[in-house]
């Protein structure tokens, strides 16, 4: 009897695929409802960050990141920034894979007993070691398209303007490719770290070395499994892309043309409004549904092979417990359509004020001219002009001898081979160097001065002036207002720089003149820097950073967008201006705005924009 009872008690083993067929909505689930639990607490402490940040009415930015840092709020939002790492890490990560051990082990899997082993499990990266991790996992991990990474740090990268700098420099180059390579190496020898603090209770320096002699030990056995399967992972987020994007087309058909000519508000045109938002909502949402459950698929794979290569794993895997209540997961993903038909009407009707053509982005060329000129030359203004730019920037710095002549870099060395600062050089001497045309005509161009750059586009464009480099200050700040007083061209320029106390002093000193601050990251509310322009750059140039700055009655200015995506981007957004070195690409793509269907329209402003 006792025999019979426990060969019924016992789980029938299947194939791994098999089971991973079976906990797929398991997973789907438990991601979904962690997602949505956790997303009260995750917006709390991300708007008590900014609420500490901007504690006695200020803002902090790169512009003004030094008076922050050896302060008090500095601690305080560092405790609340880790916090908040920590809660996306253990919920995303760690919980995870205490739920693909569980489903491989044949154990009852649950939420709130996989994510409270979690949260006892930080404890384990409380030292030196952990945090090294931790800190990987944020910064390192996305850069490297590790498995690894987590969503609040998945979009992180180098600024635009940082990763110039760096391609134009082969050492520079190589350098970054070198730290990306080390990243990969790390992340995939590493793979098994956290499986081995988490499940077998090591010590975190435990964990790397346990790791690195499976990963040895292992070497060709894992390459050969891990390829293939990512492979396969990535064709089929690829391909799934790719297919759901072409549902609204294909069932659309040529109606899409025809109807968007359709300027008759009606409740056909309504109907068929409706009907674009819910196919774009829905596709996006079965990429997402697919997404996950290709992560989820790879977390247990990798859960798989840490048991195979420790020896606990077999070729037979127990069969999961309650497959029933699958069920219910079915009725929650139809329940999720008809949430979004119920939205998708409510967008059909208000279409227009949606979706409604905006006012243009106007255009700054970069550096005078972008590409179309010599950097920071008069030509550039020419051109910036010819094509109707809003404005022209040019990067202003002081001389020996208290003139200001027109220069980016902190020294002449990349345009004139002479390894001298603008502050270490008269303005004679500077007016005998020879700048090469940076179009490669190989033309030789003079240093323009401030006073040529106000000549040339006086009345004709609008001149944002950046004050550049370590002759930025208050000194320079009156000089150069000074000089654009005598020129009669205060409603011609406006006056700019990554230093938020330049800025401060010359909005408070010379408020009629247009003053803007430059930075690349930040915290609190942007729209109450004293200034009238906000210059993000592209990252932070959110719709919720921008929907404030406007609320206060100021302008959005994204820079430096040079991409044809980026582009694409901001020319459909409600920023203001955008900074570009590429002013023939803006041209390019404002003509593809202008010649969309409704349904692409929705795709960009629901996909494109996000």
């Not at 991300?46 to 803002?59: C, D, K, Q, R, Y």
């Not at 008076?67 to 920590?86: A, H, M, N, P, R």
């Not at 992972?233 to 994007?245: A, M, N």
């Not at 700055?549 to 020319?571: P, S």
Request: aromatic share 12%; with cysteine; net charge negative.
């Amino acid at each position: 009897m006792d025999t019979m009872q426990r060969d019924s008690n016992k789980k029938r083993e299947i194939s791994f695929y098999k089971l991973t067929l079976e906990s797929l909505p398991e997973m789907w689930m438990f991601q979904i409802l962690a997602a949505v639990i956790f997303a009260i607490p995750v917006m709390a402490l991300t708007e008590l960050m900014h609420f500490s940040a901007g504690i006695g009415g200020e803002i902090v930015t790169t512009a003004n990141i030094k008076e922050f840092i050896f302060s008090w709020k500095f601690l305080l939002t560092l405790i609340l920034g880790i916090s908040l790492v920590l809660i996306y890490i253990t919920v995303e990560l760690f919980a995870l894979i205490f739920l693909t051990d569980s489903i491989l082990k044949g154990e009852k899997a649950g939420l709130r007993k996989c994510i409270a082993s979690g949260f006892k499990s930080l404890k384990s990266f409380a030292n030196a070691t952990g945090i090294l991790i931790i800190l990987f996992i944020f910064i390192a991990a996305p850069l490297c398209g590790s498995a690894f990474a987590i969503s609040l740090s998945q979009s992180f990268y180098i600024p635009n303007f940082i990763m110039e700098v760096v391609f134009k420099n082969p050492l520079f180059t190589f350098g970054y490719l070198v730290l990306i390579v080390f990243f990969y190496i790390v992340a995939y020898r590493g793979g098994f770290v956290m499986h081995a603090v988490l499940l077998d209770k090591m010590t975190p320096k435990e964990g790397i070395k346990y790791s690195f002699r499976i990963e040895k030990e292992n070497r060709f056995t894992l390459l050969k499994r891990i390829i293939p399967n990512a492979l396969i992972i990535v064709t089929i987020i690829g391909i799934s892309k790719i297919i759901f994007s072409k549902i609204p087309g294909l069932l659309l058909g040529g109606l899409a043309e025809k109807m968007s000519k359709n300027h008759n508000i009606d409740a056909k045109v309504i109907a068929y409004r409706s009907l674009i938002v819910f196919l774009v909502f829905g596709w996006q949402y079965l990429v997402y549904i697919v997404t996950l459950l290709c992560g989820s698929y790879f977390m247990l794979l990798i859960n798989r092979y840490y048991l195979e290569f420790t020896k606990r794993g077999s070729e037979l895997w127990p069969e999961r417990p309650n497959k029933a209540g699958n069920a219910g997961k079915v009725l929650f993903l139809i329940g999720t359509f008809v949430f979004i038909a119920i939205v998708s009407v409510i967008y059909g009707f208000n279409f227009s004020n949606i979706f409604g053509r905006k006012e243009p982005v106007k255009i700054i060329a970069h550096r005078a001219g972008g590409t179309m000129a010599s950097e920071n030359s008069l030509e550039g203004i020419k051109k910036a002009i010819e094509h109707g730019c809003y404005g022209s920037e040019i990067d202003v710095q002081r001389t020996k001898d208290g003139y200001y002549i027109i220069n980016h870099d902190n020294d002449f060395a990349r345009l004139t081979g002479v390894s001298k600062a603008p502050m270490d050089m008269t303005i004679d001497e500077i007016k005998e160097l020879r700048i090469q045309d940076t179009t490669g005509n190989g033309q030789e161009l003079p240093v323009v001065t401030f006073e040529e750059m106000l000549d040339a586009s006086k009345g004709k464009i609008k001149l944002f002036v950046e004050l550049k480099g370590t002759t930025a200050d208050h000194q320079m700040v009156d000089d150069v207002v000074r000089i654009i007083k005598e020129h009669d061209c205060i409603e011609d320029t406006a006056l700019i720089s990554l230093d938020y106390d330049v800025i401060d002093y010359a909005e408070t000193n010379y408020p009629e003149f247009e003053t803007g601050t430059l930075f690349f990251a930040g915290l609190g509310d942007f729209s109450k820097l004293n200034c009238d322009l906000i210059i993000l750059e592209e990252e932070i140039a959110t719709l919720e950073n921008i929907y404030f700055i406007h609320k206060a009655g100021k302008q959005a200015i994204a820079w430096t967008v040079n991409t044809g995506e980026g582009m694409y981007k901001f020319l459909d957004s409600i920023v203001d201006v955008v900074i570009t070195d590429e002013i023939l690409l803006s041209e390019e793509v404002q003509s593809l705005l202008d010649n969309r269907t409704d349904l692409e329209i929705v795709e960009d402003e629901l996909i494109v924009i996000q």
